[in-house]
């Protein structure tokens, strides 16, 4: 079955400390992945996607993130993390190619980041 | 640019009355359009999409129906709202062709049933 696993529920660090948000997934083939961000009480904003080509992929407000095929896993990062990094990220998997009519999502349950000062 | 609009922001209504939440985008024409719920502390959940005017595809079974009456606006309707219909709605909008691939999210719409 397709499946999206973020494994923390929440992570707390402290501002300039260095993050990374962990996503595992389960999928037929290698499918297109996503991060994205919640502010609370907001819509969800892309940071990142990654279809194919360099692994190491660079999104907005300094974000990355790393696909490893072996590991299935698409891990977020940031070296040094801002007070207004906080809010809650979402990992996602959609079928690669863009075929079809439409491209369901599959999205993990999500990470709740808070930073202290 | 193309964006998405939700409308309104936040709602509160009583149970067993109707509901009627709007999502439209601008900048583009012929998207796929989507409504996802999110209920507090849970993830996404697709309710239905879109792939077309009147067409519309449901995801899981609710007290929840969508229509598509013009090309960028999909609405999101009940007749006789639930408790357990409280939660935020997120609307989507992914291009139809070339890259369809990304996803877009409005601003959302909260719910609270009473």
């Known amino acids: 079955a397709q499946s999206v696993t973020q494994p923390d529920i929440h992570i707390t660090v402290s501002e300039g400390a260095s993050l990374e948000l962990r996503c595992n997934y389960s999928y037929g083939a290698t499918p297109y992945l996503f991060w994205y961000v919640q502010s609370p009480g907001q819509g969800l904003q892309l940071l990142l996607k990654?279809?194919?080509?360099?692994?190491l992929v660079q999104g907005i407000k300094g974000f990355e993130a790393e696909f490893k095929r072996s590991q299935s896993s698409f891990n977020l990062r940031k070296p040094s993390v801002h007070w207004s990094d906080a809010a809650e990220y979402f990992c996602?998997?959609?079928?690669?190619?863009?075929?079809?009519?439409?491209?369901?999502?599959?999205f993990g349950a999500g990470t709740r980041l808070a930073v202290h000062p | 640019s193309q964006t998405i609009h939700q409308w309104p922001a936040t709602l509160v209504q009583p149970v067993g009355s109707p509901l009627s939440l709007e999502c439209t985008v601008e900048g583009t024409s012929n998207p796929n359009l989507y409504w996802y719920r999110q209920a507090a502390g849970r993830g996404l959940q697709l309710l239905f999409y879109?792939?077309?005017?009147?067409?519309i595809s449901s995801e899981v079974p609710q007290n929840l129906s969508a229509s598509r009456p013009q090309d960028r606006q999909f609405i999101l309707s009940s007749k006789k709202l639930l408790l357990s219909d409280s939660g935020f709605y997120l609307c989507a909008w992914q291009a139809d062709r070339g890259r369809r691939d990304t996803q877009y999210f409005g601003p959302g719409t909260r719910l609270t049933v009473l």
């Open positions: 990654y279809f194919s080509g360099d692994t």
């Open positions: 879109s792939v077309g005017i009147g067409q």
């Open positions: 996602a998997v959609g079928p690669p190619g863009g075929t079809g009519g439409y491209n369901k999502l599959i």
